[in-house]
């Protein structure tokens, strides 16, 4: 493809959190990443990493000794473009109309993304993408938490919950409506591929197969019959029809023997604990019980709680 500059000869190495919803990595963060590397038709494989759902690293890309960070240098696709491993935008990156596209898309349909995803929904999504591998206390926690920093994010206390409701899905209809004039019956907004297409690409096919059918979101989305005609059709050129091949047993570490195997082991011969190893037996079990206690005290406590500093450091989609 023209207007594609690689400077690596070693494959790349794309790191997402798993597939679901039909999607080949349900996380919305790493769905445009995967989606910016079919655009630029470049070899690479796929690989999941779910033991740490709070890790705002997630996605990167590994090529060789070269790693791209979400959370350094403005994302990975960024820091693919600036480091001349992909890119996709590098005659058109200075277009004004171009430019205040993806800024609307990177901001206003974030947060609208964000929004429903956290905040405006039961949780059950949410639940699916980062939390269904872990005890349901941890998994608890973890999504409290995040809920908490997203509404700090959003600007949202108990005050003016409805009012920045209100605003988050009307600079998405704006959005979406200002999209579907550019694109018409187009596949692309300025003739090819771009970071643009792959982020607008990967927000519409989220929204579609992630959200509920209940999603305000989905519905503002679906006023616009030319966008979700031609994500679908995207979707099944580049994502559908040639997927890398991806391997779901990476999801447990992707540098060591996965914790899980479908072989059976040999178990040793049993043998009569000594008072010693039974002590210590009793206080670990004693010690997963308050563990447990005080997950759901901290939940009782703060489970009503809105407002109040949080760091949104840990923001994760």
Same mark, same amino acid.
């Given at each position: 493809?023209?207007?594609?500059?690689?400077?690596?000869?070693?494959?790349?190495?794309?790191?997402?959190?798993?597939?679901?919803?039909?999607?080949?990595?349900?996380?919305?963060?790493?769905?445009?990443?995967?989606?910016?590397?079919?655009?630029?038709?470049?070899?690479?494989?796929?690989?999941?990493?779910?033991?740490?759902?709070?890790?705002?690293?997630?996605?990167?890309?590994?090529?060789?000794? /070269?790693?791209? #960070?979400?959370?350094?240098?403005?994302?990975?696709?960024?820091? &693919?473009?600036?480091?001349?491993?992909?890119?996709?935008?590098?005659?058109?990156?200075?277009?004004?109309?171009?430019?205040?596209?993806?800024?609307?898309?990177?901001?206003? &349909?974030?947060?609208?993304?964000?929004?429903?995803?956290?905040?405006?929904?039961?949780?059950?999504?949410?639940?699916?993408?980062?939390?269904?591998?872990?005890?349901?206390?941890?998994?608890?926690?973890?999504?409290?938490?995040?809920?908490?920093?997203?509404?700090?994010? &959003?600007?949202?206390?108990? %005050?003016?919950? !409805? !009012?920045?409701?209100?605003?988050? /899905?009307?600079?998405?209809?704006?959005? #979406?409506?200002?999209?579907?004039?550019?694109?018409?019956?187009?596949?692309?907004?300025?003739?090819?591929?771009?970071?643009?297409?792959?982020?607008? &690409?990967?927000?519409?096919?989220?929204?579609?197969?992630?959200?509920?059918?209940?999603?305000?979101?989905?519905?503002?989305?679906?006023?616009?019959?030319?966008?979700?005609?031609?994500?679908?059709?995207?979707?099944?050129?580049?994502?559908?029809?040639?997927?890398?091949?991806?391997?779901?047993?990476?999801?447990? %570490?992707?540098?060591?023997?996965?914790?899980? %195997?479908?072989?059976?082991?040999?178990?040793?011969?049993?043998?009569?604990?000594?008072?010693?190893?039974?002590?210590?037996?009793?206080?670990?079990? /004693?010690?997963?019980?308050?563990?447990?206690?005080?997950?759901?005290?901290?939940?009782?406590?703060?489970?009503?709680?809105?407002?109040?500093?949080?760091?949104?450091?840990?923001?994760?989609?």
């Amino acid at each position: 493809m023209e207007n594609v500059r690689v400077e690596r000869e070693e494959e790349l190495t794309l790191v997402a959190r798993k597939p679901f919803f039909g999607l080949p990595t349900a996380c919305s963060t790493s769905l445009p990443v995967y989606i910016y590397l079919k655009f630029s038709k470049i070899p690479f494989t796929l690989e999941f990493k779910n033991n740490y759902p709070d890790s705002d690293q997630i996605p990167f890309v590994e090529c060789g000794d /070269y790693v791209a #960070y979400n959370n350094v240098n403005g994302g990975v696709i960024k820091t &693919l473009k600036e480091d001349k491993i992909v890119d996709l935008d590098s005659d058109i990156s200075s277009t004004p109309e171009w430019v205040s596209m993806k800024a609307m898309v990177e901001s206003w &349909l974030k947060d609208a993304v964000l929004y429903e995803l956290w905040v405006g929904s039961d949780g059950k999504a949410a639940h699916s993408i980062y939390y269904s591998d872990l005890p349901w206390p941890i998994g608890k926690v973890l999504h409290f938490k995040q809920v908490r920093a997203v509404k700090q994010l &959003l600007a949202i206390t108990s %005050s003016n919950a !409805e !009012e920045r409701e209100q605003e988050i /899905y009307d600079r998405a209809s704006m959005v #979406y409506k200002a999209l579907s004039s550019k694109l018409e019956e187009e596949s692309f907004f300025f003739e090819r591929p771009t970071s643009l297409d792959a982020v607008f &690409l990967g927000h519409v096919l989220f929204t579609l197969h992630a959200l509920p059918e209940t999603s305000i979101l989905k519905s503002k989305l679906l006023e616009h019959p030319n966008l979700v005609t031609n994500a679908e059709k995207l979707k099944s050129v580049y994502i559908d029809s040639n997927s890398p091949s991806a391997d779901p047993s990476s999801s447990a %570490s992707r540098r060591g023997p996965s914790r899980w %195997s479908s072989k059976p082991e040999y178990k040793s011969p049993k043998r009569e604990k000594t008072e010693e190893e039974k002590q210590f037996r009793r206080r670990s079990t /004693y010690f997963l019980a308050s563990q447990f206690i005080a997950v759901l005290v901290f939940i009782t406590i703060f489970g009503g709680s809105e407002d109040g500093d949080v760091d949104d450091d840990g923001i994760y989609e």
